[in-house]
């Protein structure tokens, strides 16, 4: 069974804090991994993703990947208010569907 | 460019009625897939397609059926509803099965089966 796992939150931060997000799975196999945004209400929306170890910006979006830990997280510097929402990790093994974790309620507080 | 759209945004259904969730996409993807989402829980895949004609089971696939006759159309059916299956409805497409492919995903359908 492929798992990917995230603690649910919430997770709190001032307004200009750096907001880390993890996420881990159990795939070795895994190749392609995703970070989605998803409002209360509202579909999912991507925000980034990365396949290869090491770190990826976007912004003020950071991804990073850890593939012998089988770990990856999203840093959100400078966060906002308007950052408040549940961040979704997916996980992919090439030709196989995505599995997505449970999501980690992020609020900032201004 | 609509990207995945689809019908209705919400709906009320009596417990044993029949519907269609219908899902539309013009990017021309051939990756297509059904999930829900309960509260406060991640997403669950029910059905998805790899293509016009090929449909596949996902890890909740019991009281749905689906159906891909094109490439821009993946109706979900509903038969005989039961409470179980009040949840939130995502349509999703994909290019490929690569890495660089990810999910883009329609606006959703509120299902309450009471």
């Known amino acids: 069974q492929k798992e990917v796992e995230q603690n649910s939150g919430p997770l709190s931060v001032p307004e200009g804090a750096i907001a880390s997000l993890n996420c881990t799975y159990s795939?070795?196999?895994?190749?392609?991994f995703f970070w989605y945004r998803q409002y209360s209400g509202k579909s999912p929306e991507l925000i980034m993703f990365?396949?290869?170890?090491g770190d990826k910006e976007d912004g003020r979006f950071t991804a990073q990947l850890n593939k012998a830990s089988q770990y990856v997280s999203l840093l959100i510097r400078d966060s906002q208010p308007s950052d408040s929402a549940t961040y979704l990790c997916?996980?992919?093994?090439?030709?196989?569907?995505?599995?997505f974790g449970p999501g980690t309620r992020l609020s900032v507080l201004p | 460019n609509a990207g995945v759209t689809q019908t209705p945004k919400f709906r009320i259904l009596k417990i044993g009625q029949s519907m269609t969730l219908q899902c539309t996409q013009d990017m021309n993807h051939n990756y297509m897939y059904w999930y829900r989402q309960d509260p406060g829980m991640g997403l669950k895949l029910i059905y998805y397609s790899v293509g016009a004609g090929i449909t596949d089971k996902g890890e909740v696939p019991n009281g749905y059926n689906v159906s891909r006759s094109t490439t821009e159309d993946f109706p979900l059916r509903l038969e005989l509803a039961a409470p179980s299956q009040t949840s939130v409805y995502f349509c999703a497409s994909s290019y490929g099965i690569g890495g660089k492919s990810p999910l883009h995903f329609g606006n959703g359908t509120r299902l309450t089966v009471t």
């Open positions: 997916a996980v992919r093994v090439y030709g196989q569907n995505f599995v």
């Open positions: 795939d070795r196999g895994s190749q392609s």
């Open positions: 990365i396949y290869s170890n």
